[in-house]
């Protein structure tokens, strides 16, 4: 963007914030500059710049994904378009001894580039596998993926990496290209130390959830299959080494849904057709006791998520956790939440989760965290409803507050939707529990409603990345949430018991 163009928006920014003191919401465009971090310090950032520019050009690392139950491992990866036809192994020992060949399917992706995936199946508990893949008929050293106890285990939950986000802050005398490689290389380090942080804290988790907006480019004017201009983005989501032996179960955002670049790059489980846009749809997989429901919200068909939340439901009687992840943040604490398309989102699914058993649904979008208490039976009203665009009129300061106004706000606080207050656990609830993950890269961050909704148990925005660890065992799911600065809580330990 160029130096006219970002000096305009910056006019607006400022006018957004300060015009208006009646204004629910704040707008906010706060960011981790990853020079100013601890993280950087002692020749790191420079290490790692010089790295960017060895990866930034080719997104051909490997993806994992979670299999369609904890028995399977699938992969993903680019290659170009000009290489030898890839291969994939998967063995038990590092020397690859009597390694298994993986049937590897071969498609077009972007200019220049094929997409490759694969599956291995019939996997063993607490096993360690190694895998290898050619690149161009060259053989890799061999990864380390190592499956663990689906009965007891822990994975991590992370929301809007968002990859290229901070380009309003690169400087402005650099091409659209420089900026975009800049904003890239920022966001990309501190999504690194993001899942660095989560693996210290517990190397032992068996895969992690996004909950959307891996990237930030696309374009909404022209969706296409073909989008070549964010994959620098997909290069710099990919390159943590550690994402080679954790998969991430993935949720299609808005910055991911316009073109298709994110099925290229990612190998999901049980797609369906419901749910579809140019990303791909919905998608679930078992692990262990719990059944994972990952649902495309950009599709706003809600009967096609019902049909598939029914029929996942059905063929998963015996599930005793079931958790549902969609990007759009339907009980959060921020000015998306509150839109009135999200809000109508959240009173079409509502029903839906509730009548199929959901415990826990976790989600993004608003780049904030917060946890909302158990809730059950939320209802709309509809003589109270406005638009989109009234919305955005009284949020950004062009329509002052009036009843009116209020009277939306006040109807979507689901206050008698709330079970109970319990502040560290709860025991057989029979609502669900709704957690929205803040920024995980620190590209871009959104204030907090100036007043917190009444289904809000806890909320957070300290303008730093966060993640949470969630451990799940036949009793027990319980959330714990850190702040990557230091490591320290945001919110006490959560617990639901069944």
């Not at 950009?298 to 059905?314: C, G, L, P, Q, Y």
């Not at 957070?460 to 490591?487: A, E, H, L």
Request: contains cysteine.
């Amino acid at each position: 963007m160029k130096k006219g163009i970002k000096y305009f928006v910056s006019i607006i920014i400022a006018v957004m914030i300060f015009s208006s003191a009646i204004n629910v919401f704040a707008i906010d465009d706060s960011w981790t500059d990853a020079t100013q971090t601890r993280q950087s310090q002692m020749g790191a950032w420079e290490n790692w710049c010089n790295e960017w520019e060895k990866i930034k050009n080719s997104p051909t690392q490997m993806s994992l994904s979670p299999g369609a139950d904890e028995t399977q491992l699938n992969f993903s990866w680019y290659s170009k378009s000009c290489d030898i036809k890839p291969n994939l192994k998967i063995s038990d020992n590092p020397k690859m001894k009597d390694a298994k060949a993986l049937q590897v399917v071969t498609a077009k992706a972007t200019e220049g580039f094929n997409s490759n995936k694969a599956t291995a199946t019939n996997l063993k508990p607490n096993t360690r596998y190694y895998y290898s893949y050619t690149i161009n008929g060259k053989w890799t050293e061999p990864e380390l993926y190592q499956t663990k106890n689906s009965k007891c285990y822990t994975f991590g939950f992370v929301g809007d990496p968002q990859i290229g986000a901070s380009w309003m802050h690169m400087p402005d005398n650099l091409t659209d290209a420089e900026i975009q490689d800049r904003a890239v290389r920022n966001d990309s380090f501190n999504w690194n130390n993001t899942i660095n942080s989560m693996i210290r804290r517990n190397s032992n988790m068996s895969f992690i959830i996004s909950a959307g907006d891996q990237i930030q480019s696309r374009d909404k004017e022209k969706p296409s299959r073909l989008y070549n201009k964010n994959e620098i983005e997909y290069a710099g989501y990919l390159s943590p080494l550690a994402l080679k032996s954790i998969p991430i179960a993935t949720t299609i955002g808005n910055h991911d849904s316009w073109s298709a670049n994110y099925s290229y790059h990612f190998n999901v489980p049980n797609q369906s057709k419901f749910g579809s846009t140019m990303a791909g749809g919905d998608y679930y997989y078992r692990y262990g006791n719990t059944l994972f429901i990952m649902l495309n919200t950009n599709n706003d068909n809600v009967d096609e998520h019902e049909k598939f939340i029914e029929s996942v439901a059905k063929l998963n009687k015996d599930a005793k956790w079931r958790i549902v992840t969609i990007h759009h943040d339907i009980y959060g604490s921020g000015q998306h939440s509150s839109t009135p398309s999200v809000v109508k989102l959240r009173y079409k699914l509502i029903p839906i989760f509730e009548e199929n058993d959901i415990d826990v649904v976790l989600s993004g979008h608003d780049h904030i965290y917060s946890r909302s208490y158990i809730l059950k039976g939320g209802r709309l009203d509809k003589d109270v409803m406005i638009s989109d665009k009234e919305y955005k009129k009284y949020v950004n300061g062009y329509k002052n507050n009036n009843k009116e106004y209020k009277k939306y706000l006040e109807s979507i606080q689901d206050e008698d939707a709330i079970e109970g207050k319990d502040l560290m656990c709860v025991t057989e609830p029979k609502g669900i529990l709704y957690i929205t993950a803040d920024s995980s890269s620190g590209s871009k961050y959104y204030d907090l409603a100036q007043n917190q909704q009444a289904y809000i148990a806890y909320r957070w925005q300290g303008n730093v990345p966060t993640y949470s660890m969630i451990d799940v065992t036949d009793r027990k799911f319980t959330i714990n949430t850190y702040r990557v600065d230091n490591n320290k809580k945001v919110d006490t330990t959560f617990t639901i018991i069944k």
